[in-house]
């Protein structure tokens, strides 16, 4: 019997400019609340691929503190990416989210870390001071034990793609 094969954990995230650059014009024209949306790209090896950036409406109740992410955005996305796939021009996946922090730090917050679920999930957070977007920032979420009681974020480098 063959051995399963293992997948490097990435430890970079590959983000083209225009990408980049759109998060965070998003983010800065969001502010002072947070912007947020979906990433879609590949998982195929390390590093993550991210290959589109969707932005999505924010639900929260208080968004100058708080991101959530629309549902049907979610819906829309994962619809679009298997007719693709369907189409022959695939293979894509949602592998991420990304959101902004108002006057805040370019990291994951205590609240991020609560509402993260899916371990291998890429989150990007870009820091917006002033209404001036910093260059996003790239964190793996991981999580092990019963319950997923083991949380942490994990940086990744950022690197054009």
């Known amino acids: 019997m063959a051995a399963a094969t293992v997948e490097p954990a990435p430890d970079a995230v590959l983000l083209p ?37 969707v932005p999505c409406a924010n639900l929260a109740a208080d968004r100058r503190r708080a991101f959530e992410i629309d549902p049907q955005a979610w819906l829309d996305l994962r619809a679009a990416l ?17 959101h902004s922090h108002p006057d805040g730090r370019a990291g994951p917050s205590p609240r991020d870390l609560a ?14 001071t002033g209404g001036r977007a910093a260059a996003p920032t790239a964190h793996l979420f ?18 054009d793609g």
């Open 17 to 53: 400019p225009g990408i980049a650059g759109a998060i965070r014009a998003a983010a800065e024209a969001a502010w002072p609340e947070e912007a947020c949306g979906l990433l879609a790209g590949r998982r195929d090896g390390a590093p993550l691929r991210v290959t589109r950036a």
């Open 82 to 98: 298997a007719r693709e796939t369907e189409a022959g021009g695939g293979g894509q996946d949602i592998v991420g989210c990304w």
């Open 142 to 159: 991981e999580a092990e034990g019963p319950g997923l009681a083991q949380r942490r974020f994990r940086r990744l480098a950022v690197k």
């Open 115 to 128: 509402a993260a679920w899916e371990p291998g999930f890429l989150w990007l957070v870009v820091a917006v």
